[in-house]
Nanobody
Framework: QVQLVESGGGLVRAGGSLRLSCVAS????????MAWYRQAPGKQRELVAA???????NYADSVKGRFTISRDNAKNTVYLQMKSLKPEDTAVYYC????????????WGQGTQVTVSS
């Protein structure tokens, strides 16, 4: 059973910051590239950022310079530090492997809602 638990979302004003966390079960975390995805209302889920087990990162162009992904291998946790938030960052944020474990609902956690007001 997939175990991915996201937290840290909330309501913030434009320009503000949030830090998301995701705890993954060990068998998922230890061998995989971990990533954050987001899905805005009426839009497809998109990749936001990814980090390898060695710490190499990549980002979607829309978040470069504002978001930072990191991981703590000892805690099976991946983080997403978000700064200079914009209303267009509003979405449900999910963590998963890259590529995802699957595309059915059971392969994802519950996500965490981020809402950025203008």
């Amino acid at each position: 059973q997939v175990q991915l638990v996201e937290s840290g979302g909330g309501l913030v004003r434009a320009g503000g910051s949030l830090r998301l966390s995701c705890v993954a079960s060990g068998n998922i975390f230890s061998i995989n590239v971990m990533a954050w995805y987001r899905q805005a209302p009426g839009k497809q889920r998109e990749l936001v950022a990814a980090v390898t087990s060695g710490g190499s990162t990549n980002y979607a162009d829309s978040v470069k310079g504002r978001f930072t992904i990191s991981r703590d291998n000892a805690k099976n946790t991946v983080y997403l530090q978000m700064k200079s938030l914009k209303p267009e960052d509003t979405a449900v944020y999910y963590c998963n492997t890259k590529p995802p474990l699957g595309y059915d609902r059971s392969s994802w956690g519950q996500g965490t809602q981020v809402t950025v007001s203008s």
